[in-house]
C-alpha cells in the first residue's frame, strides 16, 4: 500500500504571510503549482495560499440578500462571511488571502485517504506535517502518477 511519503514532494516552495499576493501569484505561475505553504516567521504552517485564493479577488463582492420580518430586516448573508470575502477580494499580501489551518496528511498517511480527502473535499494540495513540522506536499498531480505503470507502458 502506497502512503504519502512515497509520493510527496520534499522541497517545498513556500511562502511567508507578508508575502505580496502579486509575487506569490508569480511563483505559482512559474512553478506549475496549484497551492504553497504558508509558513510564519518560526517555520510553522501557518496556511495555505492556492489559485482560488488569488481567483478570487476577481470575484464580485457577494451584496447581502435581506428579506423583511415584521417590519426588520433579516440578512442572509453573515457579517462574518462577508468581511472574509471583502478581505480577500482587497488582499495584498499572502495572510489576506490564504487559507488558515488548512487541513493536512502526515507522511504515512495512506495514498486513499489523501484521494478522497481531494476528491470529497475538492482539495488540490494538501502539506504534509510530521511532528508538528512541514516535511512535504502532495498534489493530485503526485496522486494521478500513481496510476502509471513505473516502466511508462
Request: contains cysteine; aromatic residues 2%.
Amino acid at each position: 500500500m502506497l502512503i504519502v511519503k512515497d509520493i510527496m514532494k520534499t522541497d517545498v516552495i513556500t511562502v511567508m504571510p507578508e508575502t505580496e499576493i502579486i509575487h506569490a501569484a508569480k511563483i505559482l505561475l512559474e512553478n506549475h503549482i496549484n497551492g504553497v505553504p504558508v509558513l510564519d516567521k518560526s517555520g510553522k504552517l501557518a496556511g495555505i495560499l492556492c489559485q482560488s485564493d488569488i481567483i478570487s479577488q476577481q470575484k464580485k463582492l457577494p451584496i447581502p440578500s435581506l428579506f423583511t420580518f415584521l417590519d426588520g430586516f433579516i440578512s442572509l448573508t453573515s457579517m462574518k462571511h462577508l468581511e472574509k470575502e471583502v478581505q480577500k477580494i482587497a488582499a495584498t499580501t499572502v495572510a489576506h488571502a490564504m487559507t488558515v489551518n488548512p487541513v493536512t496528511v502526515k507522511s504515512d498517511t495512506s495514498i486513499e485517504v489523501v484521494a478522497a480527502l481531494m476528491v470529497d473535499k475538492n482539495f488540490h494540495t494538501l502539506p504534509v506535517v510530521d511532528d508538528g513540522k512541514l516535511v512535504g506536499i502532495v498534489g493530485k498531480e503526485d496522486v494521478l502518477r500513481t496510476l502509471i505503470p513505473k516502466n511508462g507502458a
